[in-house]
Structures are given as C-alpha cells and as structure tokens.
C-alpha cells in the first residue's frame, strides 16, 4: 500500500521578513534619539566636571591674587591656574577656555570639539561668574551686566537641559 505523504514546506515568507524588518525599524527610529540624548548628556556632565575645577581653581588664584582674578587666565597655550587643562585629557569632549577676567568677574566656556579637530561654537556650554553670558543664534555669546558673585549658566539648544540653574 503506498501512502503519499504531503510536504509542507518550512521558513518565512518574504512578507513575513519585510514586516519583521519593518518592525524592528520603527523600534530602532523611537529608540536611537533617546540614545544620543543620553550619550550628550554624558559629554555635558564631563564639561560641568571640568567646570568645577577650573572654577575651584579660580577660587584658589583669587586668594593668592589678594580678591582679585586678574592674572587667572586659562586656556589653550597658557595656564596660570594651578590645575591640568581638562581639554588635553584623553578623549577629552571639549576644549576650555577663559576669554574673559577682571577682578570681579570672570567667564569659562567649553566648547565642543569637532569631528575635524576645531571646535564646534554651536554646542558650548558657558558659566559666567558675575556677569551673565547669553547665547546667540549660530553659536556666539553675548555677555550681559550681571550681580557680583552670582554665577549663571547658559549653553546651546543641545545642552539647555543639563546645565544648573542661574543662582
């Protein structure tokens, strides 16, 4: 007696591939921006860190400057602070500088280093120490009359939210 047996055949349709593929894209589309947000947020914490201990080091200069941070300048190719540039560590995100100081009042800017080895103005992060620094549409910044010993912070639209609040 001869039986025939039906072969089924096994695998996935090439529609069933291209839903899959279709899926798995839309989950990747959702995901990727909140990746790279988080990914900034990590770079930006890295420039408020460096920040700090520039301002620290501030401090420690207008001491021995006897109040005044007058002759506290840092930045690249010259460092009177008693601190490594944070700019030069490895894998560094940023490059800092303090294009600004009187005796009262000084501004630290971190600017975001390029792909090509400049920096990028459009992502910068600034804290002013008794002036406010304001940002300019195409990454410039503004520096507006602000209250002795107060610091403000202001930085780019892809910082905005990580940076602390003006006191």
């Known amino acids: 007696m001869y039986i025939h047996r039906m072969r089924t055949k096994t695998g996935f349709t090439l529609l069933e591939l291209i839903i899959v593929i279709v899926i798995v894209g839309v989950l990747a589309s959702l995901a990727l921006p909140k990746l790279f947000s988080v990914i900034e947020g990590a770079r930006a914490a890295e420039a408020l860190s460096a920040i700090a201990s520039i301002r620290s080091a501030m401090e420690r200069c207008y001491l021995m400057n006897n109040g005044s941070y007058m002759g506290c300048a840092f930045g690249p190719g010259y460092n009177f602070l008693t601190i490594d540039d944070p700019g030069t560590s490895p894998n560094a995100h940023f490059t800092y500088n303090i294009p600004l100081v ?7 800017i ?15 992060i600034v804290m002013g120490f008794g002036i406010q620094p304001q940002m300019q549409p195409g990454g ?13 912070w202001d930085a780019s639209p892809a910082y905005k ?5 003006s006191n």
């Open 102 to 108: 009187s005796s009262l009042f000084y501004v630290i």
């Open 110 to 124: 971190a600017d975001r280093n390029a792909l090509d080895g400049g920096v990028t103005v459009d992502h910068r």
């Open 140 to 152: 410039g910044t503004s520096l507006l009359a602000g209250e002795e010993g107060k610091i403000y």
């Open 161 to 165: 939210g990580f940076v602390p609040k």
